[in-house]
């Protein structure tokens, strides 16, 4: 076998990296190895001019055009400037140290900035930056790509329970026949489940830290005992739309973290549960599948269109949560003031969102293939009677009538019921004549109490 060395999709080992690689593209600006680089460069930008802005005697204000000049750093970072960081830490074996080195010999072609080379990383840990940097990857892979692509399965949702609002529906508890829905209903549930967690998911506060190699500012009050670190530190995070957290180790904690992280993982679930639910619908005829020119459901079945955008969401769900849930549970976990096992841990975030992000896709692709096919679900609502025991037992209770639910259970359980019996049984009630003739109206279409408003309302 001769496979090249060179990565490409067809001989990457993750098909986040190979077959779904368009897919999870979006992320890439936010959470590659480059995307790490240009974000850390952003931060160690940010904390040298705002050092320029403290008043250091060693260290004048920036001219405008030498800030400029850093600030271009960051808005045209490039692969060709992350390969060259990575070279350096062909040497250094140290990735932050290397992009310090890098910002160096930017600077070394101007003379303003070159004089204030030593102020690069100040006083920083390496965790300094990574946490946030980090912090920003997140938070704007979230507010830019995540929360988009949830938004877009919310409104096919919202649009589904509307457009199948007054579509009645069996409905199945523990696989049995039970008090009938529509099928517009069923998707404005789900739907009000996932707004809720996409609110949860935007609600998560991020938190950064520069505070030093153990929460306490030791280098910077050993060089300048006079400044108000803590405030310096805390306006760099704010200007960066991030909030500080006050009390850490060498670590930002990762609590914050933990609770996207989980968040995410949430609304994945409750995806999930619609992946399964749909499969069930399309399995008893309750939904076609747009067909598309050429494709093949089988290899040997051609009659077959596989539910197969269902199934690979559902696939994909169960990598991303496994890599969540570890996320969560590990990160806010760390030795003393510090080891490194989040380190190589936190490389592994767009491995946790892209798996998400192919999940959704094909989610959403599934959606728009649904077709209802009313004749299937009626034919089954139809036979089923037997659901009328229900309001029959409930009307009983009302008016007084003796062992309304005993009755009915005698009647109907286990073993249907006929329209025909069910009007003799209503007929022979002791009920009055307008409650009689109200049920004897009913029909297994009909009984959908509020479902129909409920769902057109989502």
């Known amino acids: 076998m001769n496979i090249s060395d060179s990565i490409t999709p067809l001989n990457a080992l993750s098909p986040l990296d190979g077959r779904y690689a368009s897919r999870a593209a979006a992320l890439r600006p936010f959470l590659s190895e480059a995307g790490f680089m240009a974000h850390r460069v952003e931060v160690e930008v940010s904390w040298l001019i705002a050092l320029s802005q403290a008043g250091l005697s060693e260290l004048p204000a920036f001219s405008a055009a030498a800030e400029s000049a850093l600030r271009s750093w ?12 990575k070279d350096i830490e062909k040497k ?38 990574n946490n946030t940097s980090h912090a920003l990857m997140l938070t704007r892979s979230r507010d830019q790509v995540i929360i988009p ?42 739907a009000a489940r996932l707004e809720a967690a996409i609110a949860a998911i935007v609600a998560v506060k991020p938190l950064a830290k520069l505070n030093g190699a153990t ?14 670190w803590p405030a310096l530190s805390k306006k760099v995070l704010s200007d960066l739309s991030l909030t500080q957290n006050p009390y850490t180790i060498q670590i930002e904690p990762h609590d914050w973290m933990a609770a996207l992280f989980d968040a995410i993982a949430r609304a994945n679930t409750i995806l999930l ?17 747009r067909l598309r020119e050429g494709e093949v459901g089988s ?7 596989n539910p197969i955008d269902f199934e690979n969401s559902e ?17 806010p976990v760390s030795r003393w003031q510090r080891d490194l096992t989040d380190s190589t841990v936190l490389r ?59 009755q009915l259970k005698a009647l109907t359980r286990g073993r249907g019921i006929t329209e025909e019996a069910l009007r003799t049984f209503v007929q022979e009630l002791q009920l009055p004549e307008e409650a009689k003739q109200r049920l004897l109206q009913m029909t297994p279409r009909s009984y959908i109490g509020l479902a129909a408003d409920l769902a057109a309302k989502i």
Not at 92 to 103: C, F, I, S
Not at 110 to 128: M, P, R
Not at 158 to 184: C, E, I, V, W
């Open 348 to 406: 592994n975030l767009g491995v946790a969102l892209g798996y998400c992000m192919v999940a959704w896709d094909s989610c959403s692709k599934g959606l728009g293939k649904l077709e209802l096919n009313p004749q299937a679900i009626d034919r089954d609502i139809d036979q089923c009677w037997e659901v009328l025991a229900e309001p029959v037992q409930t009307v009983m209770r009302r008016h007084g009538l003796p062992e309304p639910y005993e």
């Open 299 to 305: 290899s040997t079945m051609p009659h077959k269109v």
């Open 273 to 289: 549960d619609l992946n399964r639910d749909i499969w069930g619908y399309i399995a008893l005829g309750y939904f076609k599948q």
């Open 92 to 129: 250094t074996n140290h990735d932050v140290k290397a992009v310090e080195y890098w910002l160096k010999e930017k600077a070394a072609g101007n003379d303003e900035l070159s004089a204030a080379a030593e102020f690069i990383h100040f006083a920083c840990t390496s965790e300094d930056i």
């Open 315 to 331: 696939g994909n769900i169960g990598l991303a949560n496994a890599v969540l849930k570890h996320l969560s549970e590990k990160l």
């Open 74 to 85: 960051v808005r045209e970072f490039s692969e060709a400037d992350a390969q060259r960081i």
């Open 149 to 190: 692509a949830l938004q877009n399965l919310l409104s096919m949702l919202k649009d589904n329970a509307r457009q199948f609002a007054q579509q009645p529906m069996l409905a199945r508890t523990h696989g049995q026949p039970a008090s009938p829905t529509t099928m517009g209903k069923e998707f404005a549930n789900v």
């Open 215 to 228: 929460g306490n500012y030791n280098a910077h009050y050993s060089a300048y005992p006079e400044l108000d």
